[in-house]
């Protein structure tokens, strides 16, 4: 059984850089075909995906997010890392981690998401 759990600061001060981990037990991030991907839900919104990273650690940003996203990987301690420059209270929300199976689709397991709240 694979689980995600997400870690990081609960608050952040607008302008700063949002640093979330998550860290994956029951199974490799480099293994064949898996992408880790990061989502996000502000408050009374949707989902949003946010980037992956895949297991052959090459990365992917969404369009509207790249310019601030950057998505990196530990493979020793199994744990991938997202990093959202230059917050603004928008960018309060709960995020998460999840695998699937391509890129920002076939999401098969889930963290329990972390809430960010951006705010000084």
């Known amino acids: 059984q694979v689980q995600l759990q997400e870690s990081g600061p609960g608050l952040v001060k607008p302008s700063q850089t949002l640093s979330l981990t998550c860290t994956v037990s029951?199974?490799?991030?480099?293994?064949?075909?898996?992408?880790w991907s990061w989502i996000r839900q502000p408050p009374e919104k949707g989902l949003e995906w946010m980037g992956a990273?895949?297991?052959?650690?090459?990365?992917y940003y969404s369009p509207s997010l790249k310019s601030r996203t950057s998505i990196s990987r530990d493979t020793s301690k199994n744990q991938f890392t997202l990093q959202l420059s230059s917050v603004t209270p928008e960018d309060t929300a709960v995020y998460y981690c999840?695998?699937?199976?391509?890129?920002?689709?076939?999401?098969?397991?889930w963290g329990k998401g972390t809430l960010v709240t951006v705010s000084s």
């Open positions: 999840a695998r699937g199976i391509r890129v920002g689709l076939g999401m098969d397991y």
């Open positions: 029951g199974g490799s991030i480099t293994t064949n075909a898996y992408y």
């Open positions: 990273i895949a297991y052959s650690g090459s990365t």
